[in-house]
């Protein structure tokens, strides 16, 4: 029997496999894998959302993401999701913004059930956001997030993220910069990035995109653009497959992250492209680098600067094995599959589509 899910990203950034944020980038997965399986998905997110379903556009919010504009998106957030539930027949509401809270449905007797994703750290979310509630669900991507909140571990479930390890393969020749894929504000610890590329004498390429918040295009314009030169640089946004391209030829990627990681999609990307993880050992990142065989875990920018230098001593097949044993898409969707049915109601049937 088909389900029926409706996913519901945050407000203010696009879903589709160019997305630049993780959870953006899950829900498109989410979404792409209903719909291959015979089920049914709609999505609410930003206007320009490439999804695999059925788009329900969020109006666009012009100019700079301040408290009038977050609750703005808010708003119609909780809008569309009233309006689709009243007129469709909708199994379960998947959540996936930090602010889910501010839209978030009730759930049976009178609605489908609720599933929300913990993308970021759970110090992040409201503390309602993360109390018991009927018919709601949460679930964190990974063992050392759900760590964090012992006090909630026996109802936060954890399904990790997984990639696309088949769209990456390693480079058949290196070109010796080190990458950096991220959104650039202050938690992602771009500086840190320039200032240990500089310090081990390296080139240094910067993807990302500044979203319209004060605080990150003043952390652009203050930290991370007087630190540019003409060995290191800001690229911009790039699509899927440049990154591939620039994953696949670099001597390693940069996670210098001040906020602890709940799981690093790119990190696991550059693995599934041969390509070994520098980054600091900060939440999820230290159970999926390998010290001294897929990367290494590092304290600060001068330990970075040095293990930027050890990269070329590392396997990238062995990089690229542990990619594909440890974190292929199917196994984050299949799971995902399983809870929807499971909370639907719904069990799979012999033969019977995921």
């Not at 571990?153 to 997984?162: H, T, Y």
């Not at 500044?210 to 640089?233: K, N, Q």
């Not at 799981?263 to 900060?282: D, I, M």
Request: proline letters at 7%; glycine letters at 8%.
């Amino acid at each position: 029997m088909p389900l029926t899910v409706l996913s519901v990203a945050y407000p203010f950034a696009p879903v589709g496999p160019d997305a630049v944020g993780g959870a953006e980038q899950v829900l498109a997965a989410l979404d792409a894998a209903l719909i291959a399986a015979g089920h049914r998905s709609i999505v609410i997110a930003a206007a320009g959302s490439q999804v695999a379903g059925e788009l329900m556009a969020l109006p666009p919010i012009g100019g700079l993401l301040d408290d009038d504009a977050v609750a703005r998106g808010r708003r119609a957030a909780a809008d569309q999701i009233t309006a689709v539930l009243r007129s469709r027949r909708i199994d379960l509401v998947h959540l996936h913004g930090v602010d889910f809270d501010h839209y978030r449905p009730a759930g049976p007797p009178n609605n489908p059930p609720v599933v929300a994703t913990l993308h970021l750290p759970l110090a992040w979310y409201a503390e309602a956001a993360l109390m018991p509630r009927p018919g709601t669900h949460l679930v964190c991507v990974s063992a050392s997030q759900r760590a964090t909140r012992p006090d909630l571990a026996g109802r936060l479930a954890v399904i990790e993220n997984g990639v696309a390890v088949d769209r990456f393969a390693p480079g058949r020749r290196r070109c010796g910069y080190a990458l950096m894929l991220a959104r650039i504000c202050p938690e992602k610890g771009v500086h840190l990035a320039l200032d240990a590329a500089r310090r081990a004498d390296m080139p240094l390429l910067i993807a990302g995109e500044t979203f319209p918040y004060t605080a990150h295009r003043r952390y652009f314009d203050e930290e991370v653009r007087p630190r540019l030169d003409a060995r290191r640089r800001f690229l911009g946004p790039v699509g899927f497959a440049r990154k591939r391209r620039l994953l696949a030829a670099a001597r390693c990627l940069l996670v210098p992250s001040l906020a602890p990681e709940t799981s690093s999609l790119v990190a696991r990307e550059a693995l599934a492209a041969g390509t070994p993880v520098v980054g600091f050992a900060t939440g999820a990142l230290a159970e999926a680098i390998d010290e001294g065989i897929t990367g290494f875990l590092v304290d600060d920018d001068a330990a970075m600067a040095d293990a930027i230098r050890r990269c070329d001593a590392l396997d990238r097949a062995a990089c690229r094995v542990v990619a594909e044993r440890r974190f292929a898409l199917a196994t984050m969707t299949d799971a995902y599959l399983s809870l929807y049915r499971r909370l639907a109601g719904i069990e799979a049937q012999p033969g019977a589509a995921a």
